[in-house]
């Protein structure tokens, strides 16, 4: 089955630890994102990469970094600069249209990070 | 600044039609998305409009008019599985997604 997980689903840390949500897709989908959910907020998008070894900033970078290694992994670090962690993460794939843009994003079923 | 507004929440009653409104104000357009997302799960692929008029999927449509700045979702037959919130999303012209906060539709019995 295609797809894109995420683990754990429930994560627990202590403020200023850093943590590190994983996010895999077997879609070969080249673009690949991580949002932020808040109550009664829009996503936010943190990073987002369309192509191995590349990766952009989003809206929320700050207190936040990744990496792709690999077309099919994206992982997010929290890291203890981030000021308020608790929130639920969502990891998105998409292809590359042919209009130079990005095409319907596929979400994982999300990973809720809490600090204590 | 890029803003999408929706409505906060609304309340339907099951077998009945509700139409979601979706504002938006954005530096370019490249396509509107309608996700739904049940509670604390991932948002779900509902449809997507880049031409203006309606687009039906079974029980769903969506609508959008690219001169307003406007589009809507429509719900007919509502069942009690359709409860969840929706959320509007723009593309904008770097192809980045602008989201809106979405609605939470209630539906009763």
């Known amino acids: 089955d295609g797809g894109i997980t995420q683990s754990p689903k429930y994560l627990f840390r202590k403020e200023g630890q850093n943590v590190t949500l994983s996010c895999e897709q077997n879609l070969n989908h080249d673009a690949m994102y991580w949002y932020r959910q808040d109550p009664g907020q829009g996503l936010r998008l943190i990073y987002y990469s369309q192509i191995v070894n590349d990766f952009q900033k989003g809206d929320i970078a700050e207190g936040y970094s990744v990496s792709r290694e690999k077309k099919e992994s994206f992982p997010l670090t929290v890291t203890s600069a981030q000021k308020n962690p608790t929130a639920f993460y969502l990891c998105a794939s998409s292809i590359l249209s042919d209009r130079g843009g990005t095409d319907t994003q596929y979400f994982g079923p999300g990973t809720r990070l809490t600090v204590l | 600044g890029q803003n999408i507004d929706q409505p906060t929440e609304m309340t339907a009653t099951e077998g009945a039609i509700v139409q979601i409104n979706c504002t938006y104000q954005?530096?370019?357009?490249?396509?509107l998305f309608w996700y739904q997302q049940h509670a604390g799960e991932a948002p779900t692929f509902l449809s997507y409009?880049?031409l203006d008029g309606l687009e039906e999927k079974g029980r769903f449509s969506s609508f959008l008019s690219r001169s307003k700045g406007y589009s809507y979702l429509l719900l007919k037959e509502l069942q009690m599985k359709d409860s969840a919130s929706y959320l509007c999303?723009?593309?904008?012209?770097?192809?980045?997604?602008?989201w809106g906060a979405g609605t939470k539709l209630i539906i009763k019995p």
């Open positions: 999303a723009v593309a904008d012209s770097n192809y980045q997604l602008i």
């Open positions: 409009n880049v």
């Open positions: 954005t530096s370019g357009f490249n396509g």
